[in-house]
């Protein structure tokens, strides 16, 4: 016979303004079954609690039902009062009679009567609530982070340093990301690969980290603290253990004319090549779809000029597989073009360039060795307009949130800029100047007070050329709107940061969330930025939304810091809300008949297939099994089961109709 | 086969601009459609009465779009610019606002379903044309290089239009292309003319029209194309008015898209109203490498 407590609280007068907390107690008290029942004005305080666990104890009770405030916020405090008092705290369930009841209704006899229902409902599944057992399951402490720009490089570096193995992928030949593409970063101006190259070297170096560049993530099974991993190799066509990174393959080479994704196009390279000279590792790729040996079946230059013979034409992809206990997504952002927008006339004229494809004009180990030139006709750009928002924040051009960094390159471009050609015009347009950081408006006002860049606040409507020039018509709009038309030799587009290529299609097999713009979702934007809605990912950098190097980086440590945290415990703790697979004793062993509607329909693919054996092993039938670690009990499976096979721990199909039924 | 098309001629297809009238009735024949005329329309409003308004701006397109509906059209053929603008607003400001369609329904005392979908002339010429080669009923290629000219209210608002690139639309150089004419690439083609101030400013007019027509001829444009009644009287009535003008300039003729497109038919030139513009249509016949 269930013996049940209700605790009504009035939470001050959150609750027992507009209802009749005593009069619910009293109510309740009436009900069969319900053994203790009280009111008090705050059942989540130090009294409230002791009131709770003397009760269980003097009134030996099998059930307690808090009427109180939503679940969210106090039901571990009751659930762990009562484990205190001997109860297994899966006994222990709340009524929200605050936000579904009292903070939305008038004070009047029909609120109390819905408290009272509510209540009644709960005590209806308290009395047919099982005790539970927390789920345990074991952690391999090795984390996978996915990218090698400067999120995964400080993700994989504090991992490392805390003392655990990290297996860190890159889809790119060499590590560094965009920050290697940079020439100086803001607001510092200190130059980009000067402090990111050193961390590239130790990433190489350190015992801890397994590199695997010019590779992806094939699959992922799994969850929390058990991942299975396959990584997709892709051939190198170089054995890596001969080749010494000497470049002579690269030198040789004669197709010499492919554009160089390291210098966002404005550069090129070769086909068999290294990224850039400071690339780790410092080996060679062939790219097939321009080599001649791959294309027309001749060539072989390479092959002859190798020293060490490392070439491989027949060399094939490779699986590696791994076991990790988290994973962090590192994978960055890319730069958008503009050509889907053609007034600004990108990829129509050469010298119209992304923010990008400057930052390698004004790098020295760029295609110009650092001087502005453009890449029309190699002449220096006397005249040179930036333009911010250049797809961003306008709902129009199917962008409209802001990218973020653009505010702060230009005006660091501009500044570079006018620190090269002292003589040069630059000329930023701008909607707004948007830069909120440590010594960033300071570092705007510098470019627009010390080195004289003319910032116009005002939109431009359309880039046209004329006699070699750029007309860049726009308009003032601090002056009323007078327009503007600027003869310019180069023009640099703050384009839109958009996700990675590929994104959506990583986000599905890892099964985390993404926004409408494929950058990942966090689990919450303020309290749990840095971890996603699946257990055991967790985020860095870029690839969630727009971010700087000082942001980026932040979140990589914090992300390191909740993955260290994670493998700081030799086995986790799950809720067992979960799903479960009937069973019974033979010859019927389960309700399940083994249609698998449900290993289809289940989102966190916890859905397995268990075969029953007789003592010979012959197969005596299929049945679904839910695996514990993956199932995150949302009941998909449940509704869909068409012989009700499955029931939801904690949520059973008779409770939830006991608390209908209730009503 | 004759195919029928309801078609709104507006005020300007009935008089000053009769010649667009003139070609796309001619050209429309050649193509086998029959252009069938809104019974009883009325003027669209135009510029005069969104100004002043509301409820009558909605009022007179709203009772053209009625009277089509109520001859049976699905389709009516829009040639200018600013009729087309106002048909397509009204019709869809009505179809956002339940409210608002029965309460200009009930001024203009019909009907109003809104299934009647006013068309421009380029969409209406692709219409004749379904299923039908171009290139092939041309029986002298407008071999010359051409500036196509869109104004404004052709492909803006986008949100509502849906038709081509609002910065860069393209539909009328390849309709061009089609006719053997070469279009140019520049840079004015969605540059205001000035509209309406034509007669209230027309030092203004002069001003904005003057840079259109310049770069046309230095790209090495022969002719403009235009397909707005607005655009093509500023640009042809209004040459004298710009000032400093080279000799090329003032003398690029500016032919409606019907009118290029009958030339390239073979269609005589008075039956497109070449006659009728201020700028002499004096293209010099050109043999086409390979016709």
């Known amino acids: 016979m269930a013996r049940i407590g209700v605790f009504v609280c009035h939470c001050g007068e959150n609750i027992s303004a507009t209802v009749d907390c005593a009069k619910v107690a009293e109510t309740m008290s009436g009900v069969p079954g319900v053994v203790h029942s009280v009111d008090y004005k705050y059942m989540c305080s130090d009294p409230g609690q002791t009131m709770i666990r003397d009760a269980i104890k003097e009134k030996n009770l099998t059930g307690v039902v808090v009427a109180a405030c939503s679940p969210r916020m106090h039901e571990p405090t ?37 408290a009272t229902d509510l209540v009644r409902v709960m005590v209806e599944k308290v009395r047919r609530n099982e005790p539970l057992f ?16 400067v999120a995964g490089i400080q993700a994989a570096l504090d991992i490392a340093n805390a003392g655990h193995t990290v297996i860190m ?4 030949p060499s590590i560094g990301g965009h920050m290697a593409q940079l020439s100086e970063t803001f607001p510092t101006l200190d130059c980009s690969q000067c402090i990111l190259t050193p961390r590239m070297v130790e990433v190489a170096q350190h015992p801890n980290i397994t590199l695997h560049t010019y590779s992806e993530l094939e699959s992922v099974e799994g969850f929390i603290g058990n991942f299975n991993v396959k990584i997709r190799k892709k051939a190198r066509h170089i054995d890596e253990t001969l080749c010494t990174g000497c470049g002579l393959c690269a030198l040789k080479c004669p197709q010499k004319k492919i554009p160089s994704e390291f210098d966002a196009g404005v550069g090129t390279r070769t086909a068999i090549y290294v990224p850039f000279p400071q690339a780790v590792p410092n080996k060679p790729v062939i790219d097939t779809d321009n080599c001649l040996y791959f294309q027309k079946g001749k060539c072989r230059v390479c092959e002859k000029v190798c020293p060490t013979k490392a070439i491989r034409y027949d060399q094939e992809d490779t699986i590696i597989e791994a076991d990790v206990g988290a994973i962090v997504a590192a994978t960055g952002f890319e730069v958008k073009g503009c050509d889907f927008f053609p007034e600004y006339g990108f990829g129509k004229y050469p010298d119209v360039i992304t923010g990008l494809q400057f930052e390698r004009l004004a790098s020295a180990s760029g295609p110009t060795l650092g001087e502005i030139r453009r890449p029309s006709d190699g002449t220096i750009a006397e005249t040179v307009v930036f333009i911010s928002c250049a797809g961003s924040r306008d709902p129009a051009k199917g962008i409209e949130y802001c990218s973020k960094i653009c505010c702060m390159y230009l005006a660091k471009h501009a500044m ?49 050329e004329e006699d070699g020039k750029l007309v860049v018509k726009g308009a003032d709009t601090l002056l009323g709107g007078r327009p503007i038309d600027v003869r310019a030799d180069l023009v640099v587009l703050g384009t839109a940061v958009v996700a990675g290529e590929g994104a959506e299609e990583l986000a599905q097999k890892l099964h985390i969330s993404y926004d409408p713009y494929f950058f990942f979702a966090e689990a919450h934007p303020k309290l749990r930025p840095v971890e996603t809605n699946t257990a ?14 000082p942001e980026t980086v932040s979140q990589a440590s914090g992300a390191a810091a909740k993955v260290v945290g994670l493998f700081s415990q030799s086995e986790l703790s799950r809720e067992p809300v979960i799903a479960v697979v009937h069973r019974t004793a033979p010859p019927l062993f389960s309700k399940c ?5 449900c290993e289809s329909a289940c989102p966190y693919r916890a859905i397995e297939r268990e075969e029953i054996k007789d003592r010979q092993g012959r197969v005596l039938k299929v049945v679904a099994k839910v695996n514990p670690g993956l199932c995150q009990g949302c009941g998909t499976c449940v509704a869909l089961c068409r012989v009700k096979a499955i029931d939801l721990q904690g949520f059973t199909n008779e409770q939830v109709f006991a608390e209908l039924v209730a009503l | 086969m004759t195919m029928k098309m309801g078609f709104y001629p507006g005020c300007s297809l009935k008089g000053s601009s009769r010649e667009f009238n003139e070609s796309l009735c001619a050209v429309m024949d050649k193509l086998g459609v029959e252009l069938e005329e809104v019974p009883d329309w009325n003027c669209c409003g135009a510029t005069a009465a969104h100004n002043l308004n509301h409820a009558l701006s909605l009022s007179l397109p709203a009772r053209i779009l009625a009277l089509a509906e109520g001859a049976g059209m699905q389709e009516i053929a829009v040639p200018c610019s600013a009729c087309y603008s106002r048909l397509v607003m009204t019709r869809h400001e009505l179809q956002e606002n339940e409210a608002l369609k029965a309460e200009i329904a009930d001024i203009i005392e019909m009907d109003l379903a809104l299934n009647a979908v006013p068309i421009n002339v380029i969409q209406a010429l692709d219409r004749a044309l379904e299923g039908a080669s171009l290139e092939s009923l041309v029986v002298a290629p407008l071999a010359y290089k051409v500036a196509c000219y869109y104004g404004c209210l052709m492909v803006r608002p986008p949100k509502v239009l849906r038709f081509d690139q609002p910065e860069d639309p393209m539909t009328m150089d390849r309709m061009m292309e089609r006719v053997g004419a070469e279009p140019i690439d520049w840079a004015f083609k969605v540059e205001c003319c000035g509209a309406g101030f034509s007669v209230s400013r027309t030092d203004l007019v002069a001003k904005l029209c003057k840079p259109i027509v310049t770069d046309a001829v230095k790209r090495g444009a022969e002719a403009l194309i235009v397909a707005c009644p607005m655009c093509q009287s500023n640009l042809d009535m209004r040459r ?28 005589d030139r008075k039956d497109l109203g070449l006659q009728r513009h201020l700028v002499k249509v004096a293209l010099p016949r050109r043999a086409v490498v390979g016709a």
């Open chain 1, 536 to 549: 055991g990912i967790f985020l860095a950098g870029a690839c969630q939304a727009p971010r700087d190097i």
């Open chain 1, 169 to 172: 992928v890159e889809r790119e």
């Open chain 2, 240 to 267: 004298c008015a710009i000032k400093g003008m080279s000799e090329a300039e003032a003398h690029i003729p500016v032919l409606y898209i019907t009118q290029a497109i009958g030339l390239a038919l073979g269609i």
């Open chain 1, 416 to 464: 570079l800029y006018k620190h090269k050609v002292h003589h040069g015009k630059a000329y930023v347009f701008y909607m707004d100047i948007r830069a909120g950081g440590k010594m960033y408006e300071e570092f705007v006002r510098r470019a627009i007070e010390e080195d004289h860049v003319s910032y116009i606040r005002g939109r431009v409507s359309r880039i046209y």
């Open chain 1, 593 to 597: 008949v083994g249609c698998f509607l």
């Open chain 1, 134 to 149: 927390p789920i345990k399951v074991p952690v391999t402490k090795t984390a996978l982070v996915l990218g090698g720009g």
């Open chain 1, 78 to 114: 009751f659930r762990r009062a009562c484990a205190d008092a001997g109860l297994n705290p899966y006994l222990c369930e709340m009524a929200n009679v605050r936000e579904h009841c009292s903070w939305v209704h008038e004070k009047s006899e029909a609120t109390t009567e819905k």
